[in-house]
């Protein structure tokens, strides 16, 4: 029966989006859905990316055994897991996608199983996938700088939303930031005679990171020609705002370093996160420890972090490849 369920399963997603249940979910799915989103969010303390991503995840697993003809939640099982995941293979989704998926479907059914919605726990027996993670793309040291350099010309006009779009550029490369923690910055997360900032990452995990004087320099303009023209009555403590007062949105910054790297010939396009891949790789080329980069990065692990050294290593065997006479 069950491998009747996995074929008619997997012939049926190779016609549509396994991500997209044909038929609704029953009502124990639909609760368990709910309760299992509020549990990432308010006890886990989840990113609101992170929980969408998760509830697509378990709401694609459970679709998927809704189309497969399991009735309620206490049908799920081992069998389901691998069918699911084999069906994401088959209509063409990345080995990394599956992996985060297998991730997904691990917490939640551990989470169900917690809560005596279902008898056991099928994902503590599913292998991950093994992911090929691609080396981030990075600016080489020369075109950070003449990236700074366009900023810097382009605020020449007083203009004060480029003068913002200034210290959003030295601020991200400076410090590593993620686009989300650069947004939520406020005020007082400011420390100007250390020259370091009060961060909230992941998982409302408060960190202090540094930046240096060309940084500080652009973001002293800011606070003194940029955002005192931008501020309204809607600004509140923001550091950062946009055109209209309010806090810049996440969308406006990465349109700002996309549209700054297209005046830098030979860049590769990337948003504000290859801006921290960026400052990860140069302060490693640069001698700083791994240790270091991973309290400056926020990382949970140094697993995480050790991908940087990865690209280094990358740039290092380009280099001898191109200036060695016997490479």
Not at 199 to 217: M, N, S, T
């Amino acid at each position: 029966m069950a491998a009747r369920r996995i074929d008619s399963s997997r012939q049926c997603a190779q016609r549509r989006d396994v991500s997209k249940p044909s038929i609704e979910l029953s009502a124990d799915m639909y609760q368990a859905l709910d309760a299992f989103t509020a549990h990432l969010l308010s006890e886990l303390g989840r990113s609101e990316h992170t929980v969408r991503a998760y509830r697509g995840d378990v709401a694609s697993l459970l679709g998927f055994c809704c189309d497969a003809g399991a009735v309620g939640l206490a049908d799920l099982d081992l069998t389901d897991l691998r069918g699911w995941l084999a069906a994401q293979d088959d209509v063409g989704n990345s080995r990394t996608t599956i992996a985060r998926r297998a991730a997904s479907a691990r917490v939640f059914t551990a989470w169900a199983f917690r809560r005596g919605l279902i008898a056991t726990d099928p994902g503590d027996r599913l292998a991950t996938p093994t992911s090929r993670r691609a080396l981030p793309s990075v600016l080489k040291q020369d075109e950070a700088i003449d990236l700074m350099s366009v900023a810097l010309v382009a605020a020449d006009d007083s203009d004060p939303v480029h003068i913002r779009d200034r210290c959003i550029l030295e601020l991200l490369y400076a410090s590593g930031m993620r686009v989300g923690e650069l947004v939520g910055l406020d005020i007082d997360d400011i420390d100007d005679g250390r020259r370091t900032l009060r961060v909230l990452g992941k998982g409302g995990k408060e960190r202090v990171v540094p930046y240096g004087i060309p940084a500080q320099h652009a973001l002293d303009t800011y606070l003194d020609q940029g955002r005192p023209t931008l501020v309204t009555g809607e600004s509140g403590a923001a550091l950062i705002l946009g055109a209209r007062g309010k806090r810049i949105d996440p969308r406006t910054v990465r349109a700002v370093v996309h549209s700054m790297l297209t005046h830098v010939p030979g860049a590769p396009d990337m948003g504000p996160h290859g801006l921290r891949h960026s400052a990860a790789t140069h302060l490693l080329e640069g001698g700083a420890d791994l240790r270091t980069v991973q309290e400056i990065l926020g990382h949970a692990t140094l697993a995480t972090t050790q991908i940087y050294t990865h690209v280094s290593v990358e740039r290092l065997r380009s280099t001898y490849e191109q200036a060695h006479p016997r490479a």
